[in-house]
């Protein structure tokens, strides 16, 4: 079983930044991709930035430009560092995973409880 935990979410003011954390752990898997994704109220979950364990970054048009993914490979760990923000950014960011399990041969999907983000006067 692979739990993801993030962190960093909060309180800001329009314009400002913020940085998410997302950690990965558990034992034998290794991981494929990680991701965000996001959830305003009244709305689908959306998403919002991937990083490739071969170091591809993908991101929504929303978001370009402003956010930024990144991660430590070593620590299982990835980034979202978000700047800019706009009150539209508001919502619970997930953090995602495909996982390969080493000991059963097989891909899934795990998410994280995810992390709330309000972007506010």
């Known amino acids: 079983q692979v739990q993801l935990v993030e962190s960093g979410g909060g309180l800001v003011q329009p314009g400002g930044s913020l940085r998410l954390s997302c950690v990965a752990s558990g034992s034998n898997f290794r991981i494929n991709y990680m991701g965000w994704y996001r959830q305003a109220p009244g709305k689908q979950r959306e998403f919002v930035a991937r990083?490739?364990?071969?170091?591809?970054?993908f991101y929504a048009d929303s978001v370009k430009g402003r956010f930024t993914i990144s991660g430590d490979n070593i620590k299982n760990t990835v980034y979202l560092q978000m700047n800019s923000l706009k009150p539209d950014d508001t919502a619970v960011y997930y953090c995602?995973?495909?996982?390969?399990?080493?000991?059963?041969?097989?891909?899934?999907?795990?998410w994280g409880q995810g992390t709330q983000v309000t972007v506010s006067l």
């Open positions: 990083l490739t364990s071969g170091g591809s970054t």
């Open positions: 995602t995973a495909q996982i390969f399990r080493t000991d059963r041969l097989d891909v899934r999907d795990d």
